[in-house]
């Protein structure tokens, strides 16, 4: 299968690159691990510097960049029924429940 792209042609990769794509990552993972507490922890710090600055910009970027806007009352009193019910979900409960799944998953990594 071939995806195209700004009119050009691009393949996915084979079962061998991706195996050294996987080996290039597990390499850096264990050179990062075996250089000591310090640059441990200067990473995690950077990794979360790097998320909090990811969602601060995506935050603004993504209402900034709507064509349309909604007014709060809409965006958190109203409930697509139709949408939903096309694809089995008939309690807006239940959406709630999986909307909390997201950040539980991001919490337990």
């Not at 691009?10 to 310090?38: H, W």
């Not at 710090?45 to 909090?52: E, K, T």
């Not at 349309?68 to 939903?84: D, I, L, N, R, Y």
Request: proline share 5%; with cysteine.
């Amino acid at each position: 299968m071939a995806y195209a792209m700004n009119q050009q042609e691009y393949t996915p990769f084979t079962q061998a690159q991706d195996l050294g794509v996987y080996a290039g990552c597990i390499f850096v993972v264990a050179v990062i691990n075996s250089c000591g507490l310090r640059v441990l922890t200067l990473c995690t710090q950077l990794g979360g510097m790097f998320h909090l600055a990811g969602v601060a910009l995506l935050a603004l970027i993504v209402p900034l960049m709507a064509t349309e806007h909604q007014p709060a009352s809409f965006v958190f009193g109203h409930f697509e029924k139709q949408h939903a019910e096309d694809v089995g979900i008939i309690n807006p409960v239940n959406i709630a429940i999986l909307g909390l799944l997201l950040p539980a998953f991001s919490y337990t990594g």
